[in-house]
Protein backbone atom coordinates (compact mmCIF):
# COMPACT_ATOMS: atom_id res chain seq x y z
CA UNK A 1 0.00 0.00 0.00
CA UNK A 2 1.15 3.32 -0.79
CA UNK A 3 0.23 5.34 2.37
CA UNK A 4 -1.79 4.79 4.89
CA UNK A 5 -5.99 4.38 4.74
CA UNK A 6 -7.78 6.74 6.34
CA UNK A 7 -11.65 7.35 6.73
CA UNK A 8 -13.50 9.93 4.31
CA UNK A 9 -13.99 12.46 7.05
CA UNK A 10 -9.89 12.35 7.70
CA UNK A 11 -10.13 9.40 11.04
CA UNK A 12 -7.83 6.72 11.40
CA UNK A 13 -9.86 5.35 14.05
CA UNK A 14 -10.27 1.91 12.64
CA UNK A 15 -7.80 -1.01 11.82
CA UNK A 16 -6.75 -2.97 8.62
CA UNK A 17 -4.52 -6.28 8.84
CA UNK A 18 -2.75 -7.87 6.35
CA UNK A 19 -3.20 -11.24 5.51
CA UNK A 20 0.59 -11.76 5.33
CA UNK A 21 -0.13 -11.43 9.14
CA UNK A 22 -1.63 -14.25 9.61
CA UNK A 23 2.04 -16.52 8.47
CA UNK A 24 3.71 -14.15 10.20
CA UNK A 25 4.32 -11.38 7.42
CA UNK A 26 4.23 -7.78 7.55
CA UNK A 27 1.02 -5.46 8.92
CA UNK A 28 -0.32 -2.32 8.28
CA UNK A 29 -2.49 -0.85 10.81
CA UNK A 30 -3.35 2.87 12.08
CA UNK A 31 -0.75 4.43 14.55
CA UNK A 32 -1.09 3.80 18.36
CA UNK A 33 -3.69 0.57 17.45
CA UNK A 34 -2.59 -3.01 17.50
CA UNK A 35 -4.26 -5.65 15.24
CA UNK A 36 -7.59 -7.10 16.18
CA UNK A 37 -6.83 -10.36 15.04
CA UNK A 38 -4.93 -12.82 12.21
CA UNK A 39 -7.43 -13.89 9.91
CA UNK A 40 -6.25 -15.60 6.17
CA UNK A 41 -8.10 -12.77 4.36
CA UNK A 42 -6.94 -10.31 1.58
CA UNK A 43 -7.65 -7.20 4.16
CA UNK A 44 -9.63 -6.94 7.53
CA UNK A 45 -11.20 -3.97 8.55
CA UNK A 46 -12.68 -3.13 11.57
CA UNK A 47 -13.14 -0.04 14.41
CA UNK A 48 -10.28 0.86 16.25
CA UNK A 49 -11.91 0.18 19.51
CA UNK A 50 -13.55 -2.99 18.86
CA UNK A 51 -11.25 -5.87 19.94
CA UNK A 52 -12.82 -9.71 18.69
CA UNK A 53 -11.78 -12.99 18.50
CA UNK A 54 -11.48 -14.72 14.88
CA UNK A 55 -14.49 -16.77 15.41
CA UNK A 56 -16.53 -13.36 15.45
CA UNK A 57 -15.76 -12.96 11.92
CA UNK A 58 -17.46 -14.68 8.70
CA UNK A 59 -15.17 -15.12 5.75
CA UNK A 60 -16.97 -13.62 2.35
CA UNK A 61 -16.98 -15.24 -1.25
CA UNK A 62 -14.08 -12.60 -2.37
CA UNK A 63 -10.86 -12.07 -0.71
CA UNK A 64 -11.64 -10.13 1.86
CA UNK A 65 -13.72 -10.04 5.62
CA UNK A 66 -15.20 -6.83 6.96
CA UNK A 67 -16.50 -6.44 10.29
CA UNK A 68 -18.90 -3.49 10.93
CA UNK A 69 -20.69 -4.54 14.39
CA UNK A 70 -24.64 -3.23 13.94
CA UNK A 71 -24.16 -2.35 10.36
CA UNK A 72 -25.48 -3.49 6.75
CA UNK A 73 -21.76 -3.98 4.88
CA UNK A 74 -21.86 -3.00 1.79
CA UNK A 75 -19.00 -2.34 -1.21
CA UNK A 76 -18.86 -0.51 -4.25
CA UNK A 77 -15.92 -1.58 -7.41
CA UNK A 78 -14.55 2.27 -7.48
CA UNK A 79 -10.84 1.60 -7.25
CA UNK A 80 -9.50 2.63 -4.88
CA UNK A 81 -12.44 3.86 -3.00
CA UNK A 82 -15.02 1.36 -0.99
CA UNK A 83 -17.74 1.96 1.21
CA UNK A 84 -18.74 -0.04 4.42
CA UNK A 85 -21.80 0.26 6.57
CA UNK A 86 -21.64 4.36 5.42
CA UNK A 87 -17.39 4.56 6.20
CA UNK A 88 -15.28 5.32 2.85
CA UNK A 89 -11.77 3.72 3.11
CA UNK A 90 -9.24 4.55 0.46
CA UNK A 91 -6.98 1.57 -0.23
CA UNK A 92 -4.79 0.82 -3.43
CA UNK A 93 -6.04 -2.50 -4.18
CA UNK A 94 -8.89 -4.23 -5.83
CA UNK A 95 -11.57 -5.87 -3.77
CA UNK A 96 -13.99 -8.26 -4.67
CA UNK A 97 -17.28 -9.35 -3.20
CA UNK A 98 -17.74 -8.94 0.69
CA UNK A 99 -20.06 -10.62 2.64
CA UNK A 100 -21.50 -8.72 5.81
CA UNK A 101 -20.76 -10.10 9.18
CA UNK A 102 -23.76 -12.74 10.77
CA UNK A 103 -24.04 -13.16 14.56
CA UNK A 104 -25.23 -16.97 14.95
CA UNK A 105 -29.08 -16.82 16.12
CA UNK A 106 -27.94 -19.94 18.36
CA UNK A 107 -25.00 -18.49 20.32
CA UNK A 108 -27.67 -15.57 21.33
CA UNK A 109 -30.54 -18.39 22.51
CA UNK A 110 -27.82 -19.84 24.10
CA UNK A 111 -27.50 -17.38 26.78
CA UNK A 112 -31.07 -16.69 27.31
CA UNK A 113 -31.72 -19.75 29.63
CA UNK A 114 -28.67 -18.62 31.92
CA UNK A 115 -29.72 -14.79 31.81
CA UNK A 116 -33.58 -15.74 32.79
CA UNK A 117 -31.63 -18.43 35.55
CA UNK A 118 -29.74 -15.35 36.90
CA UNK A 119 -32.33 -12.96 37.49
CA UNK A 120 -35.12 -15.10 39.01
CA UNK A 121 -31.96 -17.18 41.55
CA UNK A 122 -31.80 -12.95 42.31
CA UNK A 123 -34.80 -12.07 42.87
CA UNK A 124 -35.34 -14.90 45.23
CA UNK A 125 -32.19 -14.52 47.21
CA UNK A 126 -33.09 -10.47 47.54
CA UNK A 127 -36.34 -11.44 48.61
CA UNK A 128 -35.18 -13.08 51.37
CA UNK A 129 -33.84 -9.90 53.02
CA UNK A 130 -36.82 -7.68 52.14
CA UNK A 131 -39.54 -9.32 53.39
CA UNK A 132 -42.13 -7.33 55.33
CA UNK A 133 -42.92 -9.94 57.54
CA UNK A 134 -42.17 -9.71 61.79
CA UNK A 135 -39.01 -11.70 62.97
CA UNK A 136 -39.24 -14.64 64.02
CA UNK A 137 -38.60 -14.40 67.31
CA UNK A 138 -41.68 -12.00 67.49
CA UNK A 139 -43.95 -14.18 65.79
CA UNK A 140 -43.09 -17.33 67.99
CA UNK A 141 -43.51 -15.05 70.74
CA UNK A 142 -47.03 -13.88 69.84
CA UNK A 143 -50.08 -15.66 70.93
CA UNK A 144 -50.79 -18.93 68.50
CA UNK A 145 -53.76 -18.22 65.90
CA UNK A 146 -56.85 -20.37 65.18
CA UNK A 147 -55.86 -22.73 61.96
CA UNK A 148 -56.74 -20.93 58.74
CA UNK A 149 -58.93 -23.61 57.54
CA UNK A 150 -60.17 -26.81 58.98
CA UNK A 151 -59.08 -30.04 58.14
CA UNK A 152 -61.94 -32.51 57.17
CA UNK A 153 -63.97 -29.15 56.66
CA UNK A 154 -62.09 -26.58 54.35
CA UNK A 155 -60.19 -30.15 51.97
CA UNK A 156 -61.16 -32.53 49.61
CA UNK A 157 -62.18 -35.49 50.62
CA UNK A 158 -60.64 -37.60 47.65
CA UNK A 159 -56.84 -37.59 47.04
CA UNK A 160 -54.24 -36.88 44.51
CA UNK A 161 -53.59 -40.01 43.51
CA UNK A 162 -49.58 -41.32 43.03
CA UNK A 163 -49.30 -43.42 40.18
CA UNK A 164 -46.79 -46.06 41.90
CA UNK A 165 -48.89 -46.30 44.64
CA UNK A 166 -52.09 -46.60 42.74
CA UNK A 167 -50.78 -48.32 39.87
CA UNK A 168 -53.62 -49.88 37.37
CA UNK A 169 -56.50 -48.20 39.97
CA UNK A 170 -59.47 -47.25 37.57
CA UNK A 171 -60.18 -43.83 37.08
CA UNK A 172 -56.57 -43.16 38.93
CA UNK A 173 -56.62 -39.00 40.00
CA UNK A 174 -52.81 -38.55 39.57
CA UNK A 175 -50.48 -35.58 38.99
CA UNK A 176 -53.19 -32.90 40.74
CA UNK A 177 -51.60 -31.69 43.52
CA UNK A 178 -50.72 -28.74 42.40
CA UNK A 179 -54.89 -27.87 41.64
CA UNK A 180 -55.98 -28.82 44.78
CA UNK A 181 -53.60 -27.49 46.51
CA UNK A 182 -54.14 -24.06 45.11
CA UNK A 183 -57.87 -24.69 44.78
CA UNK A 184 -57.84 -24.53 48.92
CA UNK A 185 -56.97 -21.09 48.94
CA UNK A 186 -59.45 -19.97 46.13
CA UNK A 187 -62.40 -21.68 47.96
CA UNK A 188 -60.86 -19.98 51.16
CA UNK A 189 -61.16 -16.59 49.64
CA UNK A 190 -64.18 -16.78 46.83
CA UNK A 191 -66.83 -19.50 47.58
CA UNK A 192 -69.40 -19.59 50.38
CA UNK A 193 -71.65 -22.86 50.92
CA UNK A 194 -75.21 -22.68 51.90
CA UNK A 195 -76.18 -26.07 53.32
CA UNK A 196 -79.57 -25.35 53.38
CA UNK A 197 -80.06 -24.00 49.75
CA UNK A 198 -81.40 -26.53 47.06
CA UNK A 199 -78.77 -28.86 45.92
CA UNK A 200 -77.77 -28.20 42.34
CA UNK A 201 -77.58 -31.13 38.82
CA UNK A 202 -74.03 -32.06 38.24
CA UNK A 203 -72.98 -29.70 35.94
CA UNK A 204 -74.00 -26.48 37.41
CA UNK A 205 -71.91 -27.82 40.26
CA UNK A 206 -68.99 -28.52 37.53
CA UNK A 207 -69.90 -24.80 36.51
CA UNK A 208 -69.48 -23.20 40.44
CA UNK A 209 -66.52 -24.92 41.00
CA UNK A 210 -64.77 -23.66 37.64
CA UNK A 211 -66.48 -19.76 38.86
CA UNK A 212 -64.20 -20.32 42.05
CA UNK A 213 -61.25 -21.74 40.71
CA UNK A 214 -60.86 -19.27 37.68
CA UNK A 215 -59.87 -16.53 40.25
CA UNK A 216 -56.13 -15.90 41.08
CA UNK A 217 -55.48 -17.39 44.12
CA UNK A 218 -53.59 -14.02 44.92
CA UNK A 219 -56.38 -11.65 44.69
CA UNK A 220 -58.11 -10.35 47.82
CA UNK A 221 -60.67 -12.48 49.47
CA UNK A 222 -64.05 -11.47 48.27
CA UNK A 223 -67.27 -10.67 50.58
CA UNK A 224 -69.68 -12.70 51.58
CA UNK A 225 -72.26 -11.10 48.88
CA UNK A 226 -69.64 -11.31 46.43
CA UNK A 227 -68.71 -14.75 46.69
CA UNK A 228 -69.57 -18.08 44.66
CA UNK A 229 -72.57 -19.62 46.44
CA UNK A 230 -72.47 -23.67 47.06
CA UNK A 231 -75.51 -24.70 47.22
CA UNK A 232 -76.64 -27.92 49.32
CA UNK A 233 -73.63 -28.50 50.92
CA UNK A 234 -71.73 -27.15 54.07
CA UNK A 235 -68.32 -27.46 53.18
CA UNK A 236 -65.56 -28.20 50.55
CA UNK A 237 -65.34 -31.74 52.29
CA UNK A 238 -69.29 -32.53 52.14
CA UNK A 239 -69.16 -30.86 48.18
CA UNK A 240 -66.07 -33.33 47.18
CA UNK A 241 -67.25 -36.46 48.91
CA UNK A 242 -70.72 -36.28 47.52
CA UNK A 243 -70.15 -34.40 44.02
CA UNK A 244 -66.47 -35.81 43.54
CA UNK A 245 -66.83 -36.36 39.51
CA UNK A 246 -68.28 -32.57 39.49
CA UNK A 247 -65.66 -31.44 41.11
CA UNK A 248 -62.85 -33.41 39.42
CA UNK A 249 -64.72 -31.99 36.71
CA UNK A 250 -64.50 -28.39 37.88
CA UNK A 251 -60.59 -28.50 38.67
CA UNK A 252 -58.60 -27.25 35.48
CA UNK A 253 -54.98 -26.49 34.56
CA UNK A 254 -53.21 -29.44 35.50
CA UNK A 255 -50.76 -28.71 32.66
CA UNK A 256 -50.12 -25.34 33.18
CA UNK A 257 -49.32 -26.27 36.78
CA UNK A 258 -46.44 -28.45 35.72
CA UNK A 259 -44.88 -25.93 33.55
CA UNK A 260 -45.14 -23.38 36.27
CA UNK A 261 -42.24 -20.97 35.42
CA UNK A 262 -41.15 -21.06 39.46
CA UNK A 263 -40.99 -24.78 39.39
CA UNK A 264 -37.60 -24.62 38.50
CA UNK A 265 -36.19 -23.26 41.88
CA UNK A 266 -36.61 -27.51 43.21
CA UNK A 267 -33.36 -27.86 41.64
CA UNK A 268 -31.22 -25.41 43.13
CA UNK A 269 -29.72 -25.12 47.10
CA UNK A 270 -31.32 -22.54 48.72
CA UNK A 271 -29.54 -20.56 51.65
CA UNK A 272 -31.11 -20.31 55.17
CA UNK A 273 -31.81 -16.82 54.89
CA UNK A 274 -34.03 -17.61 52.33
CA UNK A 275 -35.81 -20.11 53.66
CA UNK A 276 -36.10 -18.07 57.44
CA UNK A 277 -37.66 -15.45 55.05
CA UNK A 278 -40.09 -18.49 53.89
CA UNK A 279 -40.85 -19.11 58.00
CA UNK A 280 -41.64 -15.93 58.56
CA UNK A 281 -43.78 -14.70 55.47
CA UNK A 282 -45.80 -17.87 56.23
CA UNK A 283 -46.04 -16.75 60.09
CA UNK A 284 -47.34 -13.16 58.99
CA UNK A 285 -49.96 -14.98 56.77
CA UNK A 286 -50.99 -17.53 59.01
CA UNK A 287 -51.58 -14.66 61.92
CA UNK A 288 -53.66 -12.56 58.91
CA UNK A 289 -55.92 -16.11 59.16
CA UNK A 290 -54.57 -16.67 55.40
CA UNK A 291 -53.50 -20.24 54.58
CA UNK A 292 -50.10 -20.56 52.55
CA UNK A 293 -49.22 -23.22 49.60
CA UNK A 294 -45.48 -24.69 49.61
CA UNK A 295 -43.59 -26.25 47.23
CA UNK A 296 -41.56 -28.73 48.77
CA UNK A 297 -38.61 -30.94 47.62
CA UNK A 298 -36.06 -32.88 48.80
CA UNK A 299 -33.86 -33.50 45.56
CA UNK A 300 -31.40 -34.61 44.27
CA UNK A 301 -33.13 -37.08 46.65
CA UNK A 302 -35.96 -38.14 43.55
CA UNK A 303 -38.76 -38.83 46.58
CA UNK A 304 -40.44 -35.20 47.17
CA UNK A 305 -41.20 -32.79 44.42
CA UNK A 306 -44.46 -31.95 45.30
CA UNK A 307 -47.06 -29.21 47.44
CA UNK A 308 -48.94 -28.18 50.39
CA UNK A 309 -51.37 -26.08 52.01
CA UNK A 310 -50.04 -25.07 55.28
CA UNK A 311 -52.66 -23.71 57.63
CA UNK A 312 -51.83 -23.82 61.50
CA UNK A 313 -48.09 -23.81 63.31
CA UNK A 314 -46.95 -24.80 67.14
CA UNK A 315 -44.28 -23.31 68.58
CA UNK A 316 -43.31 -25.14 71.86
CA UNK A 317 -39.86 -25.63 71.07
CA UNK A 318 -38.32 -21.77 70.69
CA UNK A 319 -35.87 -23.33 68.44
CA UNK A 320 -38.44 -25.64 66.18
CA UNK A 321 -41.56 -24.53 64.67
CA UNK A 322 -43.91 -27.20 63.17
CA UNK A 323 -46.35 -26.21 60.44
CA UNK A 324 -49.05 -28.06 60.26
CA UNK A 325 -50.05 -28.89 56.58
CA UNK A 326 -52.89 -30.02 54.29
CA UNK A 327 -51.01 -32.81 51.85
CA UNK A 328 -53.33 -33.41 48.38
CA UNK A 329 -52.08 -37.28 48.57
CA UNK A 330 -53.27 -37.36 51.82
CA UNK A 331 -56.89 -36.47 52.72
CA UNK A 332 -57.23 -38.82 55.93
CA UNK A 333 -54.94 -36.52 58.44
CA UNK A 334 -52.57 -33.18 58.48
CA UNK A 335 -49.26 -33.54 57.97
CA UNK A 336 -45.74 -31.85 60.05
CA UNK A 337 -43.21 -29.89 58.03
CA UNK A 338 -40.86 -28.67 61.37
CA UNK A 339 -38.63 -25.49 60.76
CA UNK A 340 -35.14 -25.60 62.50
CA UNK A 341 -34.64 -21.82 63.42
CA UNK A 342 -30.41 -22.55 64.02
CA UNK A 343 -29.78 -24.16 60.88
CA UNK A 344 -32.38 -22.37 59.03
CA UNK A 345 -33.75 -25.32 57.05
CA UNK A 346 -37.06 -27.45 57.11
CA UNK A 347 -37.71 -30.92 57.36
CA UNK A 348 -40.10 -33.41 56.49
CA UNK A 349 -41.47 -34.73 60.01
CA UNK A 350 -44.27 -35.76 59.13
CA UNK A 351 -45.22 -36.31 55.30
CA UNK A 352 -47.02 -38.59 53.08
CA UNK A 353 -45.32 -41.30 51.30
CA UNK A 354 -41.63 -39.08 52.89
CA UNK A 355 -39.10 -40.06 54.78
CA UNK A 356 -37.96 -37.68 57.47
CA UNK A 357 -34.96 -35.82 56.50
CA UNK A 358 -34.01 -32.47 55.10
CA UNK A 359 -36.25 -30.48 52.64
CA UNK A 360 -36.20 -27.46 50.82
CA UNK A 361 -40.46 -24.93 50.82
CA UNK A 362 -40.68 -22.05 48.61
CA UNK A 363 -44.30 -20.03 48.71
CA UNK A 364 -46.19 -20.45 45.52
CA UNK A 365 -49.24 -18.63 44.10
CA UNK A 366 -49.12 -15.59 46.01
CA UNK A 367 -48.64 -12.58 43.51
CA UNK A 368 -48.41 -12.94 39.39
CA UNK A 369 -44.82 -13.71 39.38
CA UNK A 370 -44.24 -16.32 42.22
Not at 24 to 46: K, N
Not at 128 to 150: F, G, H, K, Y
Request: hydrophobic share 40%; net charge positive; glycine share 6%.
Amino acid sequence: MDRDPTLADGSRDFKLVDPDFATGGSERQTPSHQPCCAHPCRYLICPAAHDVGVDEFREGVGDAVVLDPGRRISLRHLGTEATTGGYEVNATRWWRRIEPLVIRPARALAIVPIVVSALAIGLILVSAWCVSAPALDIAVRASTPQPAIQFGVDTFAFANENRTIYRGKPGLYPNWCFVMARAISQFHRFARFDPVAPRLTTDEYVERVRQVTARAPWRAPLSPGERTVIPGYGSLYELSRAQERAVKAGLTGRFLSWIHWTNWRVVFPMPGAQQEGVARETLAELHAGRPVQWLVTNLPVLELNHTVVVYAYRADDRQLIDFIVYDPNDPASPGTIRFDRQAQRFWSARLYNTSVGPIRAFRMYYSPLL
